[in-house]
């Protein structure tokens, strides 16, 4: 004969143990971070706080697309954005969106971004786009992958309702542009924060705007990333990476050079730039 009362008694004990000890087991795991990495993730929500704050880049009822690449710092504004949409007030809403160029043999995980996504609540959609590199050889691969791109990103976010689109452009991406921009364009501008798309009737926002590239691979490091399965092939052939280069040997001068640069361009003394006078 089964003893009833012990099978009661072995009920309890797996019902506790369920209730008790699986919840603690996961709590466990947010334990696991030490005083540095909590003190890491802290300073990069409250940089990621700012530039919403300070550049008002969300507006209540916003359906803001986010840029989901694949790489860190997309994953990055997916989670920083996906925990600001529970408690932000105004209320905003969501999408992710991951372009795929046929011709471009890069990879990513989509099971991987479609359940990173997941875990915040935010919807992913994954849209596949091509181009001709023959059709204008005067531009780099670079720039016409980029450009049809971006292309797809806007006709998916008008598509989807959205009025907004979030990249996940740093600290280092726009100082290196602002060089980019000086050195090969003769132009003084980078990418803002907030930038209003009156041809498309929509708007770019960079929350990561103040956090740098290092503090961007440290959350990384911290939350453990995958990486892209293969990423593009072009990338290190790109003009951008002699602006890095030339960064990180101005940060031996300065450790603080790309807030500086950051500084610069918002405290440009217009009265102390050559003016041509018109006659």
């Given amino acids: 004969m089964i003893n009833v009362a012990f099978l009661n008694s072995v009920c309890l004990f797996i019902g506790l143990f369920i209730v008790i000890l699986l919840p603690q087991k996961r709590k466990k795991h947010m334990e696991e971070l030490n005083k540095a990495d909590i003190k890491t993730i802290q300073n ?20 803001i697309l986010i840029g989901l690449s694949g790489g860190k710092d997309s994953l990055a504004l997916v989670e920083l954005l996906g ?4 408690i932000f007030v105004p209320r905003f809403t969501l999408t992710a969106v991951h372009i795929s160029v046929e011709n471009i043999a890069y990879q990513s995980d989509f099971n991987y971004l479609k359940n990173h996504c997941k875990q915040y609540n935010i919807p992913f ?3 596949t786009t091509a181009f001709d590199g023959t059709t204008d050889t005067r531009k780099s691969t670079c720039f016409l992958c980029s450009w049809h791109r971006r292309k797809a990103l806007f006709a998916v976010a008008k598509e989807l309702g959205c009025n907004k689109i979030a990249l996940g452009h740093h600290l280092d991406d726009m100082t290196e542009t602002l060089l980019l921009n000086l050195f090969y364009q003769g132009s003084f501008g980078t990418m803002p924060p907030r930038l209003k798309m009156n041809k498309f009737d929509m708007t770019i926002i ?3 705007a103040l956090i740098s590239e ?7 490091q911290i939350r453990g990333y995958q990486k892209q399965i293969k990423n593009c092939p072009y990338e290190k052939e790109s003009s951008r990476r002699n602006a890095k280069n030339l960064i990180t040997e101005l940060e031996k001068w300065n450790p603080d050079v790309r807030q500086s640069i950051w500084a610069a361009m918002e405290n440009i003394k217009t009265e102390y730039l050559p003016k041509k006078i018109s006659k």
């Avoid at 990069?44 to 916003?62: C, E, R, S, T, V």
């Fill in 83 to 86: 925990e600001r949409m529970k």
């Fill in 206 to 208: 960079r929350p990561l």
């Fill in 44 to 63: 990069l929500k409250n940089k990621f706080k700012k530039a919403i704050n300070d550049y008002n880049l969300i507006d209540d009822g916003d359906h």
């Fill in 214 to 220: 290092k503090e961007m691979k440290e959350l990384e």
């Fill in 125 to 127: 959609v994954h849209h």
